[in-house]
Structures are given as structure tokens and as C-alpha cells.
């Protein structure tokens, strides 16, 4: 089994609609979530960040925590064109050597006009 | 700011050929990572460097992946003799510190065929 899970789609919607992304993981000593973005032939960006359990709101962008499921979200608002790219899930823990950050196999989003 | 620049950004070899790529950090960053992305997953870790030390290298194939950081600034990954699974994209990331709140920034990356 994978340390973290994600669904690699592809997904495709219609522009202003509400996007869900996720991931589930294995490892519980994983503190600190991630969400980046990555555009096609461009290097990972970071999104959000969030530490342990709860929301993170940033725009239309709103990351949810729950360790408790060992589930993360990430909700898209009013999707635009812009956010058509691959959204990868990354995650660490705080101990040592445990800190190396492990990502997700990326979910492709398309978002059509 | 200038970003982490990589290159070559492209390079096709036949297996069993040699190839290195270079990567050049965000100024003051002191941690640097190489990570590769086969297509379709993502990055994972092959080393990672704190100034010019190696703190992780645990899921670097050593019989032929080779990295260094000399003076603690630019880095350099080197493959030799390749084998055609390792045609990936090889992304250099840096980050001012290591630990919890160290945040990645990543180069654009340089993408190996190998034939």
C-alpha cells in the first residue's frame, strides 16, 4: 500500500463550478499538508499549507484536514481556466526522519470554458 | 528573485549512455533536493542536501545515480549508465531551511529520455 493515495482522474469541469480533491494516507505520524500545483512542462508550486487537523481558507481555495479519517481536501470556488493543471497532495511528519516530504501521484483538472 | 534554474531543460541519450544535470538554487537557500518525476506519479526524493551535506540520500540507486554540492551552492546529478526507466522528469527544489515550515520552490525541471 502507498503512504498517500490520490486519484490521478482525469476531471474535468465546467468553469464556476466547485472542484473536490483528495487524498488519503497511511502514515500517522504525518503533521503537515500540502497542496501543489503543477502546470504542464513547469516545477510543483506550493498552494496551501497546513498544519495538523482543520480548514485553511486562502481565496477560493479552502484546505480541509482530517487526521482522524487520515483524509485531506482541497476545494476549488468558482473554478476558473487559469486552474486547469495537476494538483499534488504532499505531507510530512515533525519527527526526525520523518520529515521528508511524500507526495500523491497528482490529480489532472481540466476546467472548461 | 530569481528562481531555481535547471539544465539542460531537455536531453535524449540511448541506454547505457552518461548524463548530468545541474541546478542552481535560490540565493541563501540552504537546503536543496532532487526529486524525480516518472509521468503520471509524483516527485520522489532522491537526495537531499544541507549546504554541501547529504542528509537524505536513502532512495538514491547508488550503482548509478551520483549527486554533489559543492561549496553549498550549486548541485549537480549525474546517470551513468542510464536504463530506459529512468526517462523522468529530475526536478531541483530549494528551501531557505529544512523542517516543518520549510516551504519547496521548485525548478522547472529537465526532462531525460532515454532510448
Known amino acids: 500500500q502507498k503512504e498517500v493515495e490520490q486519484d490521478p482522474g482525469p476531471l474535468s469541469v465546467p468553469e464556476g463550478a466547485i472542484v473536490s480533491l483528495n487524498c488519503t494516507y497511511s502514515n500517522s505520524a504525518f503533521q503537515y499538508f500540502m497542496w501543489y500545483r503543477q502546470y504542464s512542462r513547469k516545477g510543483p508550486e506550493l498552494l496551501m499549507y497546513?498544519?495538523?487537523?482543520g480548514n485553511k481558507e486562502d481565496g477560493r481555495f479552502t484546505a480541509q484536514v482530517d487526521k482522524s479519517s487520515k483524509y485531506i481536501s482541497l476545494f476549488i470556488r468558482d473554478s476558473q481556466p487559469s486552474d486547469s493543471a495537476t494538483y499534488l497532495c504532499?505531507?510530512?511528519?515533525?519527527?526526525?526522519?520523518?520529515?521528508?516530504?511524500?507526495f500523491g501521484t497528482g490529480t489532472r483538472l481540466t476546467i472548461i470554458p | 528573485e530569481a528562481g531555481v534554474a535547471q539544465s539542460p531543460r531537455y536531453k535524449i541519450i540511448e541506454k547505457r549512455q552518461s548524463v548530468a544535470f545541474w541546478c542552481n538554487p535560490i540565493?541563501?537557500?540552504?537546503?536543496l533536493y532532487w526529486y524525480q518525476q516518472i509521468l503520471g506519479q509524483g516527485p520522489k526524493l532522491l537526495i537531499q542536501f544541507q549546504n554541501n551535506g547529504v542528509v537524505d540520500d536513502s532512495q538514491l540507486p547508488k550503482d548509478r545515480f551520483s549527486a554533489e554540492r559543492l561549496k553549498g551552492v550549486d548541485s549537480t546529478l549525474k546517470i551513468q549508465p542510464a536504463k530506459l526507466e529512468d526517462s523522468a522528469v529530475y526536478l531541483c527544489?530549494?528551501?531557505?531551511?529544512?523542517?516543518?515550515?520549510?516551504?519547496?520552490?521548485f525548478g522547472e525541471g529537465s526532462r531525460l529520455t532515454v532510448l
Open positions: 527544489a530549494s528551501s531557505l531551511e529544512a523542517g516543518e515550515t520549510g516551504e519547496l520552490f
Open positions: 504532499a505531507m510530512r511528519g515533525s519527527n526526525f526522519g520523518n520529515e521528508k516530504l511524500t
Open positions: 497546513t498544519y495538523s487537523s
Open positions: 540565493s541563501g537557500h540552504a537546503t
